[in-house]
């Protein structure tokens, strides 16, 4: 049995379908791919953007720099301690937003991170303070990535 030009008209428009939906699935991916890069990208951004307000705040009260940089105790003065429980919150609540970035950026970009956010935590008896003080602030799995 020869085919008819209908079942040719068939076989072909299948085969097209075929190409067509491959093409789509092609297309698609690429897209997601875009958008995973742009969403790692606004990721990279805000958590640049956090760390610079961190910067901001020390360029403006230079005087809380020691507290977190040079293993400096807890202030005996209130309102200078009240400056530094603040702005310690501020810091643990970065530190919280990084320990959950892992899977969005690269190991080596968070390994970077992760040095330099164990390597303040260490030398800051204030924000060890803090921490200890309002634990249920943060999440076990940012605890943990502070003292592994």
Request: glycine share 2%.
């Amino acid at each position: 049995m020869t085919p008819t030009w209908t079942d040719i008209a068939q076989a072909i428009g299948s085969i097209v379908s075929c190409g067509v939906t491959i093409i789509g699935f092609i297309f698609v991916y690429k897209q997601l791919k875009q958008v995973e890069q742009t969403i790692q990208k606004d990721s990279l951004e805000s958590l640049y953007g956090r760390v610079h307000e961190i910067h901001q705040v020390i360029l403006n009260d230079p005087q809380l720099r020691p507290f977190f940089y040079e293993n400096r105790p807890l202030p005996d003065d209130e309102m200078l301690l009240n400056k530094v429980a603040v702005f310690s919150e501020m810091v643990l609540d970065f530190y919280e937003l990084i320990s959950h970035q892992k899977d969005f950026m690269p190991s080596d970009l968070f390994d970077s991170w992760e040095t330099y956010i164990k390597d303040l935590y260490r030398r800051s008896p204030v924000l060890k303070d803090h921490l200890h003080k309002h634990s249920t602030w943060y999440s076990a799995e940012m605890r943990a990535f502070l003292t592994r």
